[in-house]
């Protein structure tokens, strides 16, 4: 008998997602998906149809397979959230120390070395994901989860990289 229950890590991907566009009303406003069914998608109770999976991924930016799967990136190529390309905004130099020593932590974690200018494009991705979160403590939250889906994403990279190890 199949597991009929919502996947919980899509619920997650879709915190992420809610805490980039400020709070569920904004994307339900944005999709114009119901308050209530989103409110349904983030408790775990249901998941959305095809076509509001593509609406949110649309109205976050974000990539629909990553939304969907949590595979591949999570930006979507045709999206741009970068706060350097808009004027009048100024760079928080506290919160991009903050996200950089994040990385670089997951990736000492890892023991994984990882080239300066891949370091700079996860940085500059995570940090205009969250330099639009206005609550101080929403951006710790949206930094830690960011960083916690880094660190799989980085994990599951290594084990499908590893060679397999045949029975003899």
């Known amino acids: 008998m199949p597991n009929s229950r919502p996947d919980r890590r899509f619920a997650e991907r879709l915190e992420f997602v ?35 999976l593509v609406a949110i991924a649309q109205a976050a930016g974000v990539s629909v397979g990553w939304l969907a799967t949590g595979d591949g990136p999570v930006e979507e190529a045709s999206q741009k959230h970068n706060a350097s390309e808009r004027p009048g ?63 799989d994403d980085l994990r599951r990279r290594a084990n499908a990289a590893e060679p397999s190890n045949p029975s003899a």
């Open 89 to 151: 905004t100024t760079t928080d130099t506290e919160l991009l120390g903050r996200v950089w020593e994040g990385v670089s932590t997951v990736h000492a974690e890892l023991d994984q070395h990882i080239p300066p200018i891949q370091q700079a494009s996860i940085v500059g991705h995570l940090y205009d994901h969250i330099v639009i979160i206005e609550d101080a403590r929403e951006r710790k939250g949206a930094l830690r989860f960011a960083l916690d889906i880094l660190r």
């Open 18 to 52: 809610v805490k980039r566009l400020g709070n569920a009303t904004r994307l339900a406003a944005e999709t114009g998906i119901s308050r209530r069914s989103i409110g349904d998608y983030l408790a775990g109770l249901a998941e959305p149809s095809r076509p509001r």
